[in-house]
């Protein structure tokens, strides 16, 4: 490449405040050094989590920053000592990293990692170091990725190489909420074949877990949501019920519990809402019930009875699905180009770049399952 080595000015949504919506600007991209990649992005989804920073978590230090976090795009160049990759590569930048040495890599009872911008600041959802300049300022890499941005640079502990075949405006999505929600059923889960579930929260995550759900063999799978227009689409991913709590006057835990003989045997919560948590909690049945927390949230404390735990449930949290993210989303990958998950149906829209922050006010809004945003043509 003829720009490797050099730095390279690019277009980026840069979010230079909280609250406010995110400015197209020139940024410069640094070349990549020991052990990273640049890539140039193709295409990004736009993901809750990239509006809980902007619009909720905003923390004082998290800005200014290129947000986007769910992307996929081609390497442009390597730095010194790279050999896992190389220029033109079709790769999947990961915000959570996979060094394969640390005692959580090690172990298979994770998918954490001791090493990656998580470490230190979580609550930054960023880490101190960046290859981004802008009007001679430093601009943060929201969770070691940046997305919205022609160019990135990545440490190649935190990306995965995936097949040529794979078109990016699809597979960008196993960046973060198609693999968040379906290895929240397959992986944390462990949704049994013919058990009951339920799904809180039908976005993309938890669409995505409806279709774990399914993919797992379970026979009853009942979508909660305060939406009745999001029934449609997650039929297409294998509900089987819909339960609005707006429809009823008695908590969303009792209806469930008349519905399936006492609870179901595996509830997942896709909002990132402490409540909502609870609740589904309680729409677990005794003894076996296993409870997940899939949305993301550092806002609040959540709270339950003792005796919902006592009693036999199992209250668990899931990062990334309990994907291991180097190897399972090649494997991801692989399971679309086979026809065995569902990537296309996500996609409500697709827009530029330019168009971000109408994207953002879709899903504000609820107005969309996933926006991809083409960045760079291939």
């Given at each position: 490449?003829?720009?490797?080595?050099?730095?390279?000015?690019?277009?980026?949504?840069?979010?230079?405040?909280?609250?406010?919506?995110?400015?197209?600007?020139?940024?410069?991209?640094?070349?990549?050094?020991?052990?990273?990649?640049?890539?140039?992005?193709?295409?990004?989804?736009?993901?809750?989590?990239?509006?809980?920073?902007?619009?909720?978590?905003?923390?004082?230090?998290?800005?200014?920053?290129?947000?986007?976090?769910?992307?996929?795009?081609?390497?442009?160049?390597?730095?010194?000592?790279?050999?896992?990759?190389?220029?033109?590569?079709?790769?999947?930048?990961?915000?959570?990293?996979?060094?394969?040495?640390?005692?959580?890599?090690?172990?298979?009872?994770?998918?954490?990692?001791?090493?990656?911008?998580?470490?230190?600041?979580?609550?930054?959802?960023?880490?101190?170091?960046?290859?981004?300049?802008?009007?001679?300022?430093?601009?943060?890499?929201?969770?070691?990725?940046?997305?919205?941005?022609?160019?990135?640079?990545?440490?190649?502990?935190?990306?995965?190489?995936?097949?040529?075949?794979?078109?990016?405006?699809?597979?960008?999505?196993?960046?973060?909420?198609?693999?968040?929600?379906?290895?929240?059923?397959?992986?944390?889960?462990?949704?049994?074949?013919?058990?009951?579930?339920?799904?809180?929260?039908?976005?993309?995550?938890?669409?995505?877990?409806?279709?774990?759900?399914?993919?797992?063999?379970?026979?009853?799978?009942?979508?909660?949501?305060?939406?009745?227009?999001?029934?449609?689409?997650?039929?297409?991913?294998?509900?089987?019920?819909?339960?609005?709590?707006?429809?009823?006057?008695?908590?969303?835990?009792?209806?469930?519990?008349?519905?399936?003989?006492?609870?179901?045997?595996?509830?997942?919560?896709?909002?990132?809402?402490?409540?909502?948590?609870?609740?589904?909690?309680?729409?677990?049945?005794?003894?076996?019930?296993?409870?997940?927390?899939?949305?993301?949230?550092?806002?609040?404390d959540f709270a339950a009875r003792p005796i919902q735990l006592i009693s036999g449930r199992t209250w668990k949290g899931s990062l990334f699905g309990g994907f291991k993210s180097k190897d399972g989303v090649p494997d991801m990958v692989k399971a679309y180009l086979e026809k065995k998950v569902k990537l296309d149906e996500f996609i409500t829209h697709t827009m530029t770049l330019d168009q971000v922050n109408d994207a953002i006010d879709l899903m504000k809004h609820g107005k969309c399952i996933r926006t991809v945003?083409?960045?760079?043509?291939?």
């Amino acid at each position: 490449m003829a720009t490797a080595g050099k730095i390279i000015k690019c277009k980026a949504a840069v979010a230079w405040e909280p609250n406010k919506p995110l400015v197209i600007e020139e940024i410069e991209v640094a070349p990549p050094q020991a052990n990273e990649i640049r890539i140039k992005i193709v295409s990004t989804g736009v993901c809750h989590t990239d509006l809980y920073h902007l619009f909720e978590g905003m923390h004082k230090d998290g800005f200014p920053a290129v947000l986007g976090h769910e992307g996929a795009g081609i390497v442009e160049s390597v730095g010194p000592g790279v050999t896992e990759f190389q220029s033109g590569d079709k790769v999947i930048p990961l915000f959570i990293s996979q060094c394969r040495e640390c005692r959580f890599c090690k172990s298979s009872k994770t998918n954490q990692c001791d090493k990656g911008w998580a470490v230190d600041r979580h609550d930054v959802m960023a880490s101190p170091e960046t290859r981004f300049t802008c009007r001679g300022k430093k601009v943060l890499q929201f969770m070691g990725t940046s997305t919205f941005s022609e160019y990135t640079v990545v440490n190649t502990i935190a990306v995965a190489k995936i097949d040529p075949a794979a078109p990016l405006d699809k597979v960008c999505l196993l960046g973060c909420g198609v693999c968040t929600g379906f290895g929240a059923a397959v992986n944390t889960a462990k949704v049994e074949p013919g058990s009951t579930c339920a799904v809180f929260g039908l976005g993309a995550v938890g669409l995505a877990a409806v279709m774990g759900c399914k993919s797992a063999g379970a026979k009853r799978i009942i979508a909660v949501d305060i939406n009745p227009e999001k029934f449609e689409k997650a039929k297409v991913f294998g509900a089987t019920e819909f339960v609005n709590p707006k429809d009823h006057s008695k908590p969303i835990s009792q209806v469930l519990a008349e519905m399936t003989d006492g609870g179901v045997d595996y509830s997942l919560e896709c909002v990132g809402n402490v409540a909502v948590m609870r609740s589904a909690l309680e729409s677990c049945v005794k003894g076996w019930g296993v409870s997940v927390l899939v949305g993301w949230t550092d806002m609040h404390d959540f709270a339950a009875r003792p005796i919902q735990l006592i009693s036999g449930r199992t209250w668990k949290g899931s990062l990334f699905g309990g994907f291991k993210s180097k190897d399972g989303v090649p494997d991801m990958v692989k399971a679309y180009l086979e026809k065995k998950v569902k990537l296309d149906e996500f996609i409500t829209h697709t827009m530029t770049l330019d168009q971000v922050n109408d994207a953002i006010d879709l899903m504000k809004h609820g107005k969309c399952i996933r926006t991809v945003l083409s960045v760079s043509p291939q």
